[in-house]
């Protein structure tokens, strides 16, 4: 038995899967103490603890604690060399630039200054200063400045995040930004991972506990420890995985609506997998190297506000409370539903009260008005999301071959979740011209989703066979390599390291591993090739887990 | 976060799929260590930058700046109609003011091929400027004067060659002398032809200029000049071979350089053509570029292995460039008094060597000296390949009599043993062709 748990703002939920079935839900209300939430999420779902075979939790621990800037001062020591000025990207007086340079190739050409590393590690501890973020530029083509910076500064830090360790990409600026924001939140999720661990024992549950990733696939406890930022925005993750689970036809490019009160969050699953952002997600308003889902979300839900303008109605983008049938103060879409009858959970009569005055402006029927407010909103739903399917396929390619054969994504399936979504499921199918599913247990689709999301990590191999060096910086591997390394040694080198690293880097040995990416250049000396450069992109293949999807 | 002050597009092409050959410079990883520098730096990150993808050009984009003999789909390959087409998307972007200006960072490049193509020259087989501007000259008819700055370290003979009768396309280089480096040409005396006296304007520059004399041009020759002409719209040809570490070349220009440049140039669209030091220029220029299109301090940028002291050039070159520039000044403002040819029509002969392909061509032109237009002309060309061909070019805003001129030498070709007779009519935007 599988648990899952999805922490939201305010409602909490849970659910236990045994094999193809689930055999219990919760909802409850989440509370200022995460633990006891969780613990309360849990005991709720009245099941034999003994029982369960690993808890996934998806929080919103770290990425409040990130967008309220509720988190632990952390100091950055970071060498750069020439380029674009890098104290243009420091947001604190704890960030310090020290001397140090490492071009594209890996090569240094400025060293670092031991001196000058302690002498910064000092005025850090003496403000009590306890984690430091360690960067370089180009440190993912070679980390010895990292780890020579972290050598000098060892001893003296309780929390260390080294820039290569947390992702393999180039993008110095969101090296700075996602190293910062994993030593910050470290502190944080350390003591929450712990107290979770200790709340489960006492409830009897010994087996593991992963952690949901903006991925949308998880990794272990411990691995969440070191890589707190990864679990940030696992909120639109759990709600996608949630939506790819109860997909009945995974392998029809599936448009993934989350319509909330609020917003709705738009993805797109291709062959059961989402599509991630290819440089890395946003958060607190800066750009990380983040692994993360490609999520569009739209200030369109069941409670947008609407308005009348002149002979117009609008809709959203802002919604100024709970739908007027539920005592909200305006009208909303939900309202139109329950004028329409559509929706019977409010009282209908003040449904009525709220949208009466829009059709007397307008001088329209009751009915014809709330059947365009209707409209209008699922029209702004598909408006983002023609936008969204637009920004994929207009993506840039850098090969002729892809120029002329270009892979165009055309969802031919809707999915629906969230509370308005049963309702809506009529309009959506007739506004986007295809079939629209709307699962049965779409209200615990979230916590759903993290129970059955596959464990995921990524992993980036450079090899250059001239400076007969090959780098993996996620694993921290820097090592010489013979010149006659080809393409599928290293590829063959790379499936070993994922699955002997598994421990480590929190997944599970087994996982399905696919190549993201694979280039081979020559390196030309004169007229004549000297080498090889190869650059390599690994995963374990995000998904649900086969336990559910193979029936 | 940095936000830029201007919007700039990014069309990045390395057509990591083409080479002319493994070791050949114009090789397959020619532009990957830019994408890392790019990448690395989060230039694409600015607020402000933007990258977009690029587009193809169409049989007929590339018809009207070129005769290709046979015809289009045996002198390119896709990926000339990739790189052209970025370009194409670069003006695009600026034309429909969706950013201030944009750079086409794409390969292959194109300012060598000329206006008749029997192969490839100097690695380029279709000029990607030209098939740019002749795009935007049917589209966007307001863009009447275009300034094309060419600050590769080649002589940029193909765009030479493509505008030489074009009054309306000032054509400015700024290249090592040709006396030194290939393709041999780019002088002074070459001015332009008899309809677009002064609109060819070639600044040969002594081995090892550096920044120095470099800026020295731009600002004391190229920018005067243009506020003279005043262009609507400015393409620089970007090449990066005036480099100090490029392989084939001997200047001594820098990033920063180039980048102090653009930043004086101001062009609308930049277009990477040459530039071979792949990993210690490459990098570091396209990321100036970039940074001073967009208004963003590039100060720090910088090679690794930068000694200006070591690249400054001799104070005898800077005192050539100085003596060089006053007198090109002085021919630029005599202009309009020079002495157009009495007769008709102006003929001129010439052979074109094709370094790529290894081809000789043999031309014989005729072009119609008017007053009314920029003159209809005809190249009589035959190569080593064995076509012998008549190709006629009306240009945009023909008078009706070098129309008529035109259409004759159309349809009553001279003799019958041409392979085929083309026909650029820019007006109609007809581009015809009579196998023989
Ligand atoms: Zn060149
Ligand atoms: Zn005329």
Known sequence: ?551 | MITARRKTGLIFFPAYDWEISPSHPERQERLLYTQDQVMEEGVLDIEGITEFKAGLATEKDICRPHFCVPDVESRITPSHSVSAGGCIEAARLVLDGTVDNAFALVRPPGHHAMRVVHGARGFCNINIEAVMIEWVRKHYPHIRKIAVVDTDCHHGDGTQDVYWHDPNVLYISLHQDGRTLYPGSGFPEEFGGPNALGKNLNIPLPPRTSDEGILHVMEHFVMPVLKDFEPDLIINSAGQDNHYSDPITNMSFTAGGYARLNEILAPDICVLEGGYSIEAALPYVNTGIILALAGVDYSYIREPDLDPERIREDPRVIDYIRNLTDDLLDLWSRREHFERPQEEFFRRSRNIFYDTDGISESQHEVVRVCTECPGAYRIDSSASTGYHVLAIHIPWGACSRCREQGLAWFEKPDRKNYYAVYLQDMDNDEYSVKIL
């Open chain 1, 1 to 551: 038995m599988i648990i899952g748990i999805d922490i939201g703002g305010t409602h909490t939920d849970a659910v236990c899967v045994d094999g193809r079935n689930i055999t219990a839900t919760a909802k409850t209300v989440t509370g200022d103490d995460l633990v006891h939430t969780i613990r309360d999420a849990i005991e709720a779902l009245a099941i034999d603890f003994s029982k369960i075979s690993r808890t996934v939790l998806s929080t919103t621990l770290s990425t409040n604690s990130i967008i309220e800037k509720k988190y632990a001062p952390a100091g950055m020591i970071v060498s750069a060399g020439p380029g674009i000025d890098p104290r243009r990207y420091f947001f604190t007086d704890d960030f310090h630039l020290v001397e140090g340079a490492i071009d594209h190739r890996g090569r240094e050409y400025i060293p670092i200054r031991a001196d000058e590393v302690a002498r910064v590690a000092g005025t850090l501890k003496k403000k009590g200063v306890d984690g430091v973020g360690i960067v370089s530029k180009f440190s993912v083509r070679n980390p010895s400045h990292e780890i020579a910076i972290h050598s000098i500064i060892n001893s003296e830090f309780e929390h260390v995040s080294l820039g290569h360790t947390l992702s393999g990409g180039l993008n110095f600026p969101r090296r700075i930004h996602t190293t910062f924001f994993n030593t910050a939140v470290m502190p944080v999720q350390k003591r929450f991972v712990h107290s979770v661990r200790k709340a489960l024992a006492e409830l009897g549950i010994r087996s593991p506990l992963l952690f949901l990733k903006a991925d949308g696939g998880t990794f272990s406890d411990s691995a969440a420890d070191r890589h707190p930022v990864e679990t940030i925005l696992s909120g639109p993750a759990a709600s996608m995985m949630g939506g790819l689970a109860l997909c009945h036809d995974p392998q029809t490019t599936t448009l993934m609506l989350d319509i909330g009160g609020t917003t709705t969050d738009i993805g797109i699953l291709i062959g059961g997998v989402p599509i991630l952002e290819p440089k890395g997600v946003d958060i607190g308003g800066l750009k990380t190297l983040v692994r993360g889902l490609k999520v569009m979300s739209v200030g369109a839900g069941g409670d947008s506000c609407v308005r009348v303008s002149g002979s117009e109605i609008l809709v959203g983008p802002d919604r100024d409370g709970p739908p007027a049938c539920m005592g909200g103060p305006s009208p909303t879409p939900m309202d139109a539903l329950a004028v329409l009858g559509q929706f019977t959970k409010g009282d209908r009569q003040k449904a009525v009260q709220a949208v009466t005055p829009i059709a007397g402006r307008l001088g329209q029927d009751l009915s014809d008005v709330c059947r365009r407010i209707i409209s209008i909103l699922v029209g702004n739903i598909k408006k983002s999301a023609c936008a969204f399917i637009d920004e994929v396929n207009r993506h840039p390619v850098y090969t002729i071959y892809e120029m002329l054969h270009p892979e165009i994504v055309e969802p031919g399936q809707l999915m629906a979740i969230g509370g308005p979504a049963a309702q809506l499921k009529p309009y959506l199918e007739e506004s986007f011209g295809m079939r629209c599913t709307v699962p049965e247990h779409a209200m615990v689709a979230n916590a759903l989703g993290a129970a059955l999301a596959r464990t995921t990590r990524q992993i980036t191999l450079t090899a250059d066979t001239q400076l007969r060096r090959m780098i993996c910086p996620e694993l921290g591997i820097d090592e010489q390599i013979p010149a006659s390394m080809t393409l599928s040694d290293l590829r063959r080198r790379g499936e070993r390291e994922l699955r002997d690293n598994a421990d480590r880097l929190g997944i599970s040995a087994q996982g399905e591993i696919s190549v993201l990416e694979e280039q081979v250049f020559n390196i030309v000396r004169g007229f004549s090739t000297t080498g090889r450069n190869m650059r390599l992109k690994l995963q374990t293949k995000p998904g649900v887990i086969e336990e559910w999807s193979a029936l």
